[in-house]
Protein backbone atom coordinates (compact mmCIF):
# COMPACT_ATOMS: atom_id res chain seq x y z
CA UNK A 1 0.00 0.00 0.00
CA UNK A 2 2.88 2.31 1.05
CA UNK A 3 4.53 1.38 -2.44
CA UNK A 4 2.10 2.67 -4.31
CA UNK A 5 1.40 5.69 -2.34
CA UNK A 6 5.45 5.86 -2.97
CA UNK A 7 4.53 5.20 -6.13
CA UNK A 8 2.16 7.82 -7.03
CA UNK A 9 4.38 10.56 -5.17
CA UNK A 10 7.40 9.98 -7.22
CA UNK A 11 5.28 10.02 -10.44
CA UNK A 12 3.80 13.30 -9.64
CA UNK A 13 7.12 15.13 -8.40
CA UNK A 14 8.42 13.48 -12.21
CA UNK A 15 5.55 14.53 -14.23
CA UNK A 16 6.11 18.60 -12.20
CA UNK A 17 10.28 18.42 -13.28
CA UNK A 18 8.97 17.77 -16.99
CA UNK A 19 6.48 20.40 -16.47
CA UNK A 20 8.80 22.81 -14.64
CA UNK A 21 6.81 25.75 -16.23
CA UNK A 22 3.52 25.12 -14.81
CA UNK A 23 5.16 24.85 -11.58
CA UNK A 24 6.51 27.96 -11.88
CA UNK A 25 4.38 30.03 -13.30
CA UNK A 26 2.06 29.30 -9.88
CA UNK A 27 5.00 31.01 -7.63
CA UNK A 28 5.57 33.39 -9.78
CA UNK A 29 1.99 34.27 -9.48
CA UNK A 30 2.43 34.30 -6.01
CA UNK A 31 5.05 36.65 -6.15
CA UNK A 32 3.68 39.00 -8.66
CA UNK A 33 0.29 39.48 -6.45
CA UNK A 34 2.20 39.77 -3.11
CA UNK A 35 3.86 42.33 -4.62
CA UNK A 36 1.44 44.33 -5.72
CA UNK A 37 0.18 45.90 -2.84
CA UNK A 38 3.13 47.38 -1.49
CA UNK A 39 2.86 49.28 -5.00
CA UNK A 40 -1.02 49.90 -4.38
CA UNK A 41 -1.26 51.34 -1.21
CA UNK A 42 1.96 52.87 -1.17
CA UNK A 43 5.31 53.06 0.73
CA UNK A 44 3.99 53.90 3.96
CA UNK A 45 5.96 51.31 6.97
CA UNK A 46 3.36 50.80 9.41
CA UNK A 47 0.46 50.22 7.19
CA UNK A 48 2.23 47.53 5.13
CA UNK A 49 3.67 45.96 8.37
CA UNK A 50 0.13 45.63 9.54
CA UNK A 51 -1.32 44.20 6.17
CA UNK A 52 1.91 41.89 5.49
CA UNK A 53 0.64 38.85 6.94
CA UNK A 54 -3.22 39.19 5.52
CA UNK A 55 -1.90 39.94 1.77
CA UNK A 56 0.45 37.08 1.86
CA UNK A 57 -1.69 34.48 3.27
CA UNK A 58 -4.56 35.42 0.54
CA UNK A 59 -1.49 35.39 -1.89
CA UNK A 60 -0.70 32.11 -0.64
CA UNK A 61 -4.31 30.88 -0.71
CA UNK A 62 -5.07 32.13 -4.74
CA UNK A 63 -1.35 30.51 -5.61
CA UNK A 64 -2.37 26.97 -4.05
CA UNK A 65 -5.54 27.49 -5.93
CA UNK A 66 -4.15 28.35 -9.27
CA UNK A 67 -2.49 24.66 -9.63
CA UNK A 68 -5.72 22.34 -8.44
CA UNK A 69 -7.23 22.31 -11.50
CA UNK A 70 -4.39 20.12 -12.52
CA UNK A 71 -4.08 17.68 -9.87
CA UNK A 72 -6.92 15.36 -11.35
CA UNK A 73 -7.88 17.13 -14.67
CA UNK A 74 -5.13 15.93 -16.64
CA UNK A 75 -4.89 12.88 -15.34
CA UNK A 76 -8.84 12.23 -16.18
CA UNK A 77 -8.10 13.00 -19.93
CA UNK A 78 -5.15 10.95 -20.40
CA UNK A 79 -7.13 7.52 -18.60
CA UNK A 80 -4.45 7.44 -15.73
CA UNK A 81 -6.94 8.48 -13.16
CA UNK A 82 -9.01 5.42 -14.08
CA UNK A 83 -6.12 3.38 -13.70
CA UNK A 84 -5.73 4.88 -10.32
CA UNK A 85 -9.17 3.78 -9.35
CA UNK A 86 -8.17 0.38 -10.53
CA UNK A 87 -4.77 0.09 -8.31
CA UNK A 88 -3.56 -2.29 -5.85
CA UNK A 89 -4.19 0.09 -2.88
CA UNK A 90 -7.28 2.14 -1.62
CA UNK A 91 -7.97 5.26 -3.84
CA UNK A 92 -7.93 6.92 -0.57
CA UNK A 93 -4.04 6.33 -0.14
CA UNK A 94 -3.65 7.07 -3.69
CA UNK A 95 -5.66 10.79 -3.35
CA UNK A 96 -3.52 11.14 -0.23
CA UNK A 97 -0.20 10.59 -2.28
CA UNK A 98 -1.22 13.32 -5.09
CA UNK A 99 -2.59 15.51 -2.33
CA UNK A 100 1.40 15.41 -0.58
CA UNK A 101 2.80 15.80 -3.87
CA UNK A 102 0.70 18.76 -5.08
CA UNK A 103 1.38 20.21 -1.80
CA UNK A 104 5.32 19.83 -2.10
CA UNK A 105 5.12 21.21 -6.08
CA UNK A 106 2.68 23.96 -4.95
CA UNK A 107 2.81 24.81 -1.03
CA UNK A 108 6.54 23.52 0.28
CA UNK A 109 8.11 26.48 -2.14
CA UNK A 110 5.37 29.00 -0.58
CA UNK A 111 6.68 28.51 2.25
CA UNK A 112 10.09 29.30 1.20
CA UNK A 113 9.79 32.20 -0.40
CA UNK A 114 7.23 33.97 1.85
CA UNK A 115 10.01 34.88 4.06
CA UNK A 116 11.22 37.24 1.25
CA UNK A 117 8.45 38.69 -0.33
CA UNK A 118 7.77 39.46 3.46
CA UNK A 119 10.61 41.82 3.56
CA UNK A 120 8.92 43.95 1.34
CA UNK A 121 6.70 44.64 4.02
CA UNK A 122 9.31 45.22 6.32
CA UNK A 123 8.14 42.68 8.88
CA UNK A 124 9.50 42.51 12.00
CA UNK A 125 12.55 40.52 12.26
CA UNK A 126 10.71 37.94 14.75
CA UNK A 127 7.87 37.23 12.52
CA UNK A 128 9.75 35.95 9.60
CA UNK A 129 9.70 32.31 11.30
CA UNK A 130 6.05 32.87 12.26
CA UNK A 131 4.80 33.51 8.77
CA UNK A 132 6.95 30.30 7.75
CA UNK A 133 5.55 28.11 10.34
CA UNK A 134 1.77 29.14 9.72
CA UNK A 135 2.28 28.26 6.11
CA UNK A 136 4.51 25.07 7.02
CA UNK A 137 0.88 24.05 8.73
CA UNK A 138 -1.62 25.76 6.51
CA UNK A 139 -0.96 25.37 3.37
CA UNK A 140 -1.08 21.31 3.47
CA UNK A 141 -4.58 21.89 4.55
CA UNK A 142 -5.09 23.88 1.31
CA UNK A 143 -4.13 21.06 -1.16
CA UNK A 144 -5.94 18.40 1.03
CA UNK A 145 -9.48 20.31 0.98
CA UNK A 146 -8.90 21.86 -2.64
CA UNK A 147 -8.29 18.54 -3.51
CA UNK A 148 -11.75 17.37 -2.65
CA UNK A 149 -12.97 20.35 -4.36
CA UNK A 150 -11.26 19.38 -7.53
CA UNK A 151 -12.59 15.84 -7.43
CA UNK A 152 -16.04 17.11 -7.28
CA UNK A 153 -15.41 19.66 -10.18
CA UNK A 154 -13.73 16.80 -12.38
CA UNK A 155 -14.82 16.87 -16.11
CA UNK A 156 -17.10 19.68 -15.15
CA UNK A 157 -17.55 23.06 -18.16
CA UNK A 158 -16.20 25.83 -16.26
CA UNK A 159 -14.91 24.01 -13.63
CA UNK A 160 -11.95 26.80 -12.91
CA UNK A 161 -14.60 28.98 -11.70
CA UNK A 162 -16.56 26.96 -9.87
CA UNK A 163 -13.86 25.13 -8.05
CA UNK A 164 -12.60 28.76 -7.12
CA UNK A 165 -16.37 29.36 -5.56
CA UNK A 166 -16.59 25.83 -3.63
CA UNK A 167 -12.91 25.71 -2.22
CA UNK A 168 -12.23 29.93 -1.38
CA UNK A 169 -15.32 29.86 1.60
CA UNK A 170 -14.05 26.66 2.90
CA UNK A 171 -10.28 28.11 3.10
CA UNK A 172 -11.29 30.48 5.38
CA UNK A 173 -10.69 29.33 8.54
CA UNK A 174 -6.84 28.67 7.25
CA UNK A 175 -6.55 32.05 6.55
CA UNK A 176 -7.54 33.56 9.62
CA UNK A 177 -5.90 31.30 11.62
CA UNK A 178 -2.20 31.72 9.50
CA UNK A 179 -2.90 35.33 9.33
CA UNK A 180 -4.20 35.77 12.78
CA UNK A 181 -0.79 34.07 14.25
CA UNK A 182 1.58 36.50 12.60
CA UNK A 183 -0.47 38.82 13.83
CA UNK A 184 -0.67 37.85 17.43
CA UNK A 185 2.99 37.64 17.14
CA UNK A 186 3.60 41.29 15.89
CA UNK A 187 0.99 42.08 18.56
CA UNK A 188 3.65 40.49 21.34
CA UNK A 189 0.88 38.03 22.41
CA UNK A 190 2.35 34.70 21.49
CA UNK A 191 1.20 32.72 18.04
CA UNK A 192 0.75 29.34 19.92
CA UNK A 193 -2.90 29.65 20.08
CA UNK A 194 -3.44 29.52 15.94
CA UNK A 195 -0.38 27.76 15.31
CA UNK A 196 -1.90 24.82 17.63
CA UNK A 197 -5.38 25.72 15.90
CA UNK A 198 -3.84 25.35 12.91
CA UNK A 199 -1.75 21.70 13.17
CA UNK A 200 -5.10 20.35 14.36
CA UNK A 201 -6.91 21.82 11.17
CA UNK A 202 -4.31 19.83 9.40
CA UNK A 203 -4.63 17.00 11.57
CA UNK A 204 -9.07 17.19 10.97
CA UNK A 205 -8.06 17.33 6.83
CA UNK A 206 -5.17 14.80 6.95
CA UNK A 207 -8.12 12.27 8.62
CA UNK A 208 -10.94 13.02 6.85
CA UNK A 209 -9.77 14.16 3.48
CA UNK A 210 -8.91 11.53 1.90
CA UNK A 211 -12.47 9.91 2.02
CA UNK A 212 -13.81 12.53 1.20
CA UNK A 213 -11.45 13.31 -2.50
CA UNK A 214 -12.01 9.37 -3.15
CA UNK A 215 -16.09 9.57 -2.55
CA UNK A 216 -16.03 12.97 -5.07
CA UNK A 217 -13.95 10.96 -7.48
CA UNK A 218 -15.85 7.77 -7.91
CA UNK A 219 -18.78 10.02 -8.57
CA UNK A 220 -17.47 12.17 -11.14
CA UNK A 221 -15.71 9.41 -12.43
CA UNK A 222 -18.92 7.26 -12.90
CA UNK B 1 -14.36 -16.89 -12.80
CA UNK B 2 -16.04 -13.98 -14.18
CA UNK B 3 -19.74 -13.83 -13.89
CA UNK B 4 -22.34 -10.46 -14.80
CA UNK B 5 -25.98 -11.33 -13.34
CA UNK B 6 -28.63 -9.22 -14.99
CA UNK B 7 -26.59 -6.06 -15.73
CA UNK B 8 -28.73 -2.85 -16.71
CA UNK B 9 -26.87 0.22 -17.36
CA UNK B 10 -29.22 3.72 -17.87
CA UNK B 11 -27.40 6.75 -18.91
CA UNK B 12 -29.26 9.96 -18.19
CA UNK B 13 -32.82 8.72 -18.51
CA UNK B 14 -32.39 6.18 -21.12
CA UNK B 15 -31.63 2.67 -20.98
CA UNK B 16 -28.62 1.25 -22.69
CA UNK B 17 -29.21 -2.28 -21.99
CA UNK B 18 -30.75 -4.58 -19.75
CA UNK B 19 -31.04 -8.24 -18.43
CA UNK B 20 -26.74 -9.07 -19.88
CA UNK B 21 -26.08 -12.14 -18.58
CA UNK B 22 -22.86 -14.15 -18.73
CA UNK B 23 -20.81 -16.31 -16.94
CA UNK B 24 -17.30 -16.56 -18.21
CA UNK B 25 -14.61 -19.36 -17.32
CA UNK B 26 -11.31 -19.69 -17.46
CA UNK B 27 -9.44 -19.68 -20.76
CA UNK B 28 -12.74 -18.14 -22.60
CA UNK B 29 -12.39 -15.29 -24.74
CA UNK B 30 -15.51 -13.03 -24.42
CA UNK B 31 -15.82 -10.49 -27.10
CA UNK B 32 -18.86 -7.48 -26.29
CA UNK B 33 -20.37 -6.30 -29.43
CA UNK B 34 -22.84 -3.97 -30.83
CA UNK B 35 -23.09 -0.57 -32.53
CA UNK B 36 -21.55 2.80 -31.88
CA UNK B 37 -23.52 3.93 -28.72
CA UNK B 38 -25.29 0.80 -27.59
CA UNK B 39 -22.85 0.58 -24.36
CA UNK B 40 -20.00 -1.30 -25.05
CA UNK B 41 -17.40 1.00 -22.94
CA UNK B 42 -20.38 1.10 -20.62
CA UNK B 43 -20.30 -2.62 -19.91
CA UNK B 44 -16.76 -2.93 -20.00
CA UNK B 45 -16.22 -0.35 -17.08
CA UNK B 46 -19.35 -1.83 -15.10
CA UNK B 47 -17.15 -5.18 -14.80
CA UNK B 48 -13.83 -3.95 -13.98
CA UNK B 49 -15.99 -1.69 -11.05
CA UNK B 50 -15.59 1.59 -12.09
CA UNK B 51 -19.06 2.38 -12.54
CA UNK B 52 -21.97 0.68 -11.22
CA UNK B 53 -24.58 -1.32 -12.99
CA UNK B 54 -28.00 0.48 -12.34
CA UNK B 55 -29.28 -3.03 -11.65
CA UNK B 56 -27.88 -6.62 -11.34
CA UNK B 57 -24.50 -7.64 -9.94
CA UNK B 58 -20.72 -8.42 -11.28
CA UNK B 59 -19.44 -11.13 -9.56
CA UNK B 60 -15.61 -12.28 -9.29
CA UNK B 61 -14.90 -16.05 -8.19
CA UNK B 62 -18.39 -15.81 -6.31
CA UNK B 63 -18.24 -12.59 -4.80
CA UNK B 64 -19.87 -9.50 -5.61
CA UNK B 65 -16.76 -7.18 -6.74
CA UNK B 66 -18.75 -4.04 -5.09
CA UNK B 67 -16.80 -6.13 -1.76
CA UNK B 68 -13.80 -7.00 -3.24
CA UNK B 69 -12.69 -3.98 -4.07
CA UNK B 70 -8.78 -3.86 -4.41
CA UNK B 71 -8.69 -7.40 -4.27
CA UNK B 72 -10.45 -7.73 -7.84
CA UNK B 73 -8.66 -4.74 -9.20
CA UNK B 74 -5.32 -6.89 -8.41
CA UNK B 75 -6.91 -10.06 -10.80
CA UNK B 76 -7.70 -7.82 -13.42
CA UNK B 77 -5.91 -5.47 -16.53
CA UNK B 78 -7.96 -2.84 -17.69
CA UNK B 79 -7.46 -0.90 -21.27
CA UNK B 80 -9.79 1.93 -22.08
CA UNK B 81 -10.50 3.87 -24.67
CA UNK B 82 -7.93 6.65 -23.28
CA UNK B 83 -4.33 4.75 -23.78
CA UNK B 84 -3.65 6.11 -20.03
CA UNK B 85 0.46 6.98 -20.63
CA UNK B 86 1.59 10.34 -20.01
CA UNK B 87 2.47 12.47 -22.87
CA UNK B 88 5.93 13.61 -20.65
CA UNK B 89 7.30 10.34 -19.70
CA UNK B 90 8.55 7.69 -21.92
CA UNK B 91 6.79 4.40 -22.86
CA UNK B 92 9.19 2.75 -20.29
CA UNK B 93 8.23 5.33 -17.15
CA UNK B 94 4.78 4.79 -18.56
CA UNK B 95 5.08 1.13 -18.18
CA UNK B 96 6.71 1.18 -14.61
CA UNK B 97 4.60 3.59 -13.09
CA UNK B 98 1.64 1.71 -14.39
CA UNK B 99 3.25 -1.86 -13.15
CA UNK B 100 3.94 -0.35 -9.38
CA UNK B 101 0.42 0.86 -9.14
CA UNK B 102 -0.99 -2.12 -9.84
CA UNK B 103 1.41 -3.59 -7.06
CA UNK B 104 3.38 -5.63 -9.18
CA UNK B 105 6.98 -5.75 -8.94
CA UNK B 106 8.60 -3.71 -11.73
CA UNK B 107 11.63 -5.47 -13.54
CA UNK B 108 13.51 -3.33 -15.76
CA UNK B 109 14.63 -6.72 -18.15
CA UNK B 110 10.75 -6.81 -18.16
CA UNK B 111 10.02 -3.36 -18.82
CA UNK B 112 12.58 -3.29 -21.95
CA UNK B 113 11.42 -6.78 -23.31
CA UNK B 114 7.58 -5.82 -23.54
CA UNK B 115 8.20 -2.65 -25.56
CA UNK B 116 10.79 -4.27 -27.61
CA UNK B 117 8.38 -6.72 -28.64
CA UNK B 118 5.89 -4.12 -29.19
CA UNK B 119 8.28 -1.99 -31.11
CA UNK B 120 7.50 0.92 -29.03
CA UNK B 121 10.55 3.31 -29.43
CA UNK B 122 11.94 5.17 -26.47
CA UNK B 123 10.65 8.77 -26.77
CA UNK B 124 8.91 10.74 -24.53
CA UNK B 125 4.88 9.73 -25.29
CA UNK B 126 3.89 12.88 -26.69
CA UNK B 127 6.37 12.45 -30.15
CA UNK B 128 4.69 8.54 -30.56
CA UNK B 129 2.04 8.23 -33.09
CA UNK B 130 -1.82 7.32 -31.65
CA UNK B 131 -1.01 3.69 -32.86
CA UNK B 132 2.50 3.54 -30.98
CA UNK B 133 0.43 4.97 -27.96
CA UNK B 134 -1.98 2.17 -28.35
CA UNK B 135 1.00 -0.34 -28.44
CA UNK B 136 2.80 1.34 -25.17
CA UNK B 137 -0.54 0.63 -23.52
CA UNK B 138 -0.71 -2.89 -24.66
CA UNK B 139 2.79 -3.15 -23.25
CA UNK B 140 1.06 -3.71 -19.63
CA UNK B 141 -0.79 -6.80 -20.70
CA UNK B 142 2.75 -8.21 -21.13
CA UNK B 143 3.86 -7.30 -17.65
CA UNK B 144 0.91 -8.52 -15.93
CA UNK B 145 0.06 -11.86 -14.42
CA UNK B 146 -3.38 -10.74 -13.77
CA UNK B 147 -6.02 -13.92 -14.91
CA UNK B 148 -8.52 -11.08 -16.58
CA UNK B 149 -8.15 -8.86 -19.06
CA UNK B 150 -10.90 -6.39 -19.89
CA UNK B 151 -10.04 -4.25 -23.31
CA UNK B 152 -11.71 -1.74 -24.83
CA UNK B 153 -11.23 -1.62 -28.26
CA UNK B 154 -7.98 -2.92 -28.15
CA UNK B 155 -7.78 -2.91 -32.16
CA UNK B 156 -8.12 0.67 -32.60
CA UNK B 157 -5.56 2.16 -34.25
CA UNK B 158 -3.11 -0.64 -34.64
CA UNK B 159 -1.33 -1.63 -38.19
CA UNK B 160 -1.85 -5.12 -39.29
CA UNK B 161 1.59 -6.29 -37.80
CA UNK B 162 -0.04 -5.03 -34.31
CA UNK B 163 -3.38 -6.62 -34.45
CA UNK B 164 -1.74 -10.05 -35.16
CA UNK B 165 0.70 -9.51 -32.53
CA UNK B 166 -1.94 -8.72 -30.17
CA UNK B 167 -4.26 -11.65 -31.35
CA UNK B 168 -0.96 -13.89 -30.19
CA UNK B 169 -1.22 -12.37 -26.78
CA UNK B 170 -4.92 -12.75 -26.69
CA UNK B 171 -4.70 -16.54 -27.35
CA UNK B 172 -1.72 -17.04 -25.22
CA UNK B 173 -3.86 -15.19 -22.54
CA UNK B 174 -6.57 -17.68 -22.93
CA UNK B 175 -4.42 -20.84 -23.45
CA UNK B 176 -2.64 -20.18 -19.90
CA UNK B 177 -5.85 -20.14 -17.93
CA UNK B 178 -7.09 -16.53 -18.05
CA UNK B 179 -10.04 -14.77 -19.51
CA UNK B 180 -10.05 -11.79 -21.75
CA UNK B 181 -13.13 -9.39 -22.32
CA UNK B 182 -13.10 -7.23 -25.26
CA UNK B 183 -15.40 -4.79 -26.99
CA UNK B 184 -14.56 -3.99 -31.02
CA UNK B 185 -17.56 -3.22 -33.82
CA UNK B 186 -15.35 -4.97 -36.27
CA UNK B 187 -14.65 -8.30 -37.09
CA UNK B 188 -11.30 -8.97 -35.68
CA UNK B 189 -9.07 -12.49 -36.93
CA UNK B 190 -9.57 -14.25 -33.39
CA UNK B 191 -12.22 -16.90 -32.36
CA UNK B 192 -14.24 -15.78 -29.73
CA UNK B 193 -15.35 -18.21 -27.39
CA UNK B 194 -18.56 -16.20 -26.24
CA UNK B 195 -19.96 -13.13 -27.77
CA UNK B 196 -22.56 -10.20 -26.30
CA UNK B 197 -24.01 -8.10 -28.66
CA UNK B 198 -25.60 -5.24 -27.08
CA UNK B 199 -27.61 -4.71 -30.34
CA UNK B 200 -28.06 -1.83 -32.48
CA UNK B 201 -27.72 0.66 -29.44
CA UNK B 202 -30.92 3.19 -28.23
Known amino acids: ?222 | MLEAAELECERGARTLFRAVSFVLAQGELLRVAGANGSGKTSLLRILCGLARPSAGEVRWKGQPIASLKEDYARELVYIGHAPAVKDDLTPRENLEIACRLSGRPARSEALAEALARLRVPDLPVRKLSQGQRRRAALARLLVSEAPLWLLDEPFATLDAQGISLLNDLLEKQVEGGGAVVYTTHQEAGIRSTRVVDLGRGA
Open chain 1, 1 to 222: MLAVARAVVQRDLLLALRRRSDVATALLFFVIVASLFPLGVGAEPNLLRSIAPGVIWVAALLSSMLSLGRLFAADHADGTLEQMLLGAAPLGVVVTAKGLAHWLVSGLPLVAIAPLIALQYDLAPGLYGVLALSLLLGTPVLSLIGAIGAALTLGLRGAGVLLALLVLPLYVPVLILGAGAVEMAGAGLGPEGQLLLLGALLVLAAAFSPWAIAAALRISME
